[in-house]
């Protein structure tokens, strides 16, 4: 269907002089509330005329599912319905048919548009708004979509949106990936004395990267170990396939336990094994300065680097000489914990012993594979700072289940960009069956324009 709407716009002005601010702001309150509505209402009206005259003449383009064999339709009424949608709020009296054999009714313009029977607002609305109350709390966010949008939405409204929206839904696939990282961080929920439940949180994600590149966000939790995770993680795959080839993470029993058991190899992350020392001698008894000279220690024998080459390039005996040099470091490993417990610092020695298994898996994994993966687990401590910003910083009282909801939500968008985009194109059936051109700006009359 085409046409072309004509739409008369009259403007009065003082002859002795207005600000250029107030022009803007008043042709900007009538588009907002008259003008972009009024123009969607009326493309909905046509749309509806439409489709029901040509269904009941029966030449129409388009037809919805037979209701039986020998359907025709005549016309029994019109009823209103509105919609909140980004530009203003819209009305439309759509058309109800009924077929002249079976008697069923139906509504063509509804199941033209795709729309649910109880739908009263548009998917790009619910866009706005989830991207909205992703980066500021509800309350912030309705008060920015009225004043910065003109979009009123109340706070309560916003919630329910979220909350019923499908956006934050996630797969981890079957195949396996390259890596796996996971991590928690804590948050105030909502205490619950009935359930025992105090103010302290804890949500807990996890994400892959592909072999191509990918980044796979696979979910986030909150109120769940991770054994549990771990067995939603490993999803529909066969019994022995890994998740991913190597798994990188802080250290955490539990997640090691957990998670790491799902993958070929894990990777210690260097950052939080020199950070963490530092607590271990401290429960040990030792002083800032020792602590300082222990975590200076571990740092130098963690400083291993990868040749930037690629691995073709690089000749056998450099790949030689660097299965050599870990070798040396995990001496070095060796010889600090004994030192540790030569001095006394039973916990900080304990704490290196187990450092030593999964230091330097990144070295092993590039001299077999010459695929290169990180020593630290930058990535997933930017995400959790993503996280934290809107589940600490920003508002507090959650609920399990909404502190889950809005992680998945964030983490979605921050790790992937271009698959978030993807999913509101999909779901808004964004396909380019629709099409706007503005052909001419022009007056109705000659004016001093024409002198």
């Not at 996630?170 to 990282?181: I, K, N, R, V």
């Not at 190899?265 to 607590?279: G, I, K, M, Y």
Request: glycine share 8%; hydrophobic share 35%.
């Amino acid at each position: 269907m085409q046409e072309i709407l004509q739409m008369k716009l009259m403007y009065a002005t003082s002859d002795k002089g207005y600000s250029l601010d107030e022009l803007v702001c008043q042709l900007g309150d009538l588009m907002k509330e008259k003008g972009l509505p009024g123009i969607l209402q009326l493309i909905l009206q046509l749309q509806d005329e439409h489709l029901a005259i040509g269904l009941i003449k029966g030449d129409a383009n388009w037809h919805p599912e037979p209701c039986c064999e020998h359907a025709s339709y005549e016309c029994v009424q019109k009823t209103s319905k509105s919609f909140k949608t980004s530009i203003g709020q819209t009305h439309v009296r759509w058309s109800r048919l009924r077929c002249r054999n079976c008697r069923k009714t139906f509504v063509p313009l509804r199941d033209f548009l795709g729309l649910e029977p109880w739908q009263s607002k548009t998917g790009e609305i619910e866009r706005v708004v989830v991207e909205t109350v992703a980066d500021q709390s509800y309350r912030r966010g309705s008060k920015h979509l009225e004043t910065a949008g003109c979009i009123p939405v109340p706070k309560s409204t916003a919630h329910r949106w979220v909350a019923q929206s499908d956006c934050d839904e996630m797969d981890s696939g079957t195949e396996t990936m390259d890596l796996l990282f996971a991590d928690g961080s804590g948050y105030k929920r909502r205490p619950s004395p009935a359930e025992g439940k105090n103010n302290r949180g804890e949500v807990r994600i996890a994400f892959g990267v592909e072999k191509t590149g990918r980044i796979r966000p696979i979910g986030a939790w909150s109120g769940e170990n991770w054994e549990s995770i771990a067995s939603q993680v490993k999803g529909e795959r066969e019994d022995g396939r890994q998740v991913a080839e190597m798994f990188i993470g802080d250290g955490e029993t539990g997640l090691l336990k957990a998670l790491g058991m799902l993958c070929g190899s894990q990777q210690r992350c260097h950052w939080h094994a020199v950070r963490d020392l530092n607590f271990e001698a401290w429960k040990g008894g030792a002083l800032l300065e020792e602590r300082k000279e222990m975590q200076s220690k571990l740092a130098g024998i963690l400083e291993l680097d990868i040749p930037e080459e690629d691995f073709e390039s690089v000749d056998e005996e450099d790949k030689r000489d660097l299965a050599e040099k870990v070798l040396e470091a995990e001496k070095k490993v060796d010889e600090l914990q004994s030192k540790l417990d030569d001095k006394g610092y039973a916990e900080a020695a304990g704490y290196v012993r187990r450092l030593k298994r999964n230091l330097f898996e990144y070295v092993r994994r590039w001299l077999e594979t010459g695929l290169v993966c990180p020593r630290a687990a930058s990535w997933i401590e930017r995400t959790m700072r993503e996280v934290a910003r809107r589940l600490k910083r920003i508002a507090f009282g959650w609920s399990e289940k909404g502190a889950a909801k809005m992680t998945r939500i964030v983490i979605k968008r921050f790790l992937n960009k271009k698959d978030w985009d993807k999913y509101w194109q999909k779901k808004l059936r964004i396909d380019g069956n629709v099409r706007f051109f503005l052909r001419d700006i022009s007056l109705c009359s000659p004016t001093i324009l024409g002198r």
